[in-house]
């Protein structure tokens, strides 16, 4: 079997760009899907969670661009681009959760938002560990630090999904923003290590 640093730059450069059009194509749909989930279940979680697919697209944007050019200055911004991407998520999520637990909001049952987050989450983690195995091969601490912003948004997935099935079983309407502030933690630590640089 052939491992991924036998394998040609050039193929390493293509499966990064398809790796990252997979991403960018997958949230383009997934905010459509999300805002008709939110609306019929009236879910502040779900409508987040459609934000998030916002950030991703421009995270995978930023490494698009970073792939078709080279140079360091142009990795150290696009790190710091993904950085700053990574602090979007954590301040969406942290007033997210906020004012949910605040407002003790309930939301309604979304079976498609349940089949949309579990197919995401899988998704996700897939293109997440893709992403990281070529961003090594190819030594560019860009794909692997967006493959991290996908690990961030699959974790994510789950915790909205965890929260529905919780909340549409139990009623425990709390557990999903909770669920939310573990990932602020995740996505802090990874926005420190990019502008300490760590990466």
Known sequence: MTSLNEIPRASLLRRGFALEYATLGWNVVGIVVLALAALSARSVALAGFGLDSLIEIGASTVVIWELSGTGE????????????????????LLVQSAVVLATGFHAHHSALGIAWTAVTAAVMFALAIGKARTGTA????????EGRVTMVDGILAAAVLLGLVLNSAFGFWWTDPLAGLVVV??????????????H
Do not use: C, M, W
């Open 138 to 145: 190819l030594d560019n601490p860009v794909l692997k630090t």
């Open 185 to 198: 933690f995740y996505a802090v630590r990874e926005a420190k290590e990019i502008f300490s640089g760590h």
């Open 73 to 92: 200055e142009r990795q150290r911004r696009a790190l710091r681009l993904i950085g700053g991407a990574f602090v979007l998520l954590a301040l969406y």
